[in-house]
C-alpha cells in the first residue's frame, strides 16, 4: 500500500527519495519504506518529512485516507472532487 498523498506532496514539489531523506537527515530507503507504506514514521521524522515538503505532519497519524486527502487540498487551497466533504467537516 502505497501513500499516495505523501508521493503526491513529494512531486509537487520536484523532490526525489533521496532529496527528501537528505533535507530530512533520514536514510533515503527509509524515507522510501515510509511513502511505500512499510514502515511508519516516528512523530519527530514525521515533523521532519514534513517540514521539507511543506505539510501538517499530524497526517501521518490520520487513520482517514478521505479525511486526508481533503486536509492536504485545504492545506494547499486546492479544490478535492474525489473525497466527501461531510467527512471532511466531521468533528473528531
Partial sequence: ML???LQ???LKKE???DDV????GIKRAYYTMIENA???PSVKVAKRIARVLG?????FFDSQSNVTTHRLAALNNMPNDNASTHRFNKKE
Fill in 3 to 5: 501513500r499516495r498523498w
Fill in 38 to 40: 512499510t514502515r511508519d
Fill in 15 to 17: 523532490k526525489t527519495h
Fill in 55 to 59: 505539510f501538517d505532519w499530524i497526517i
Fill in 21 to 24: 531523506a537528505r533535507e530530512a
Fill in 8 to 10: 503526491e506532496e513529494r
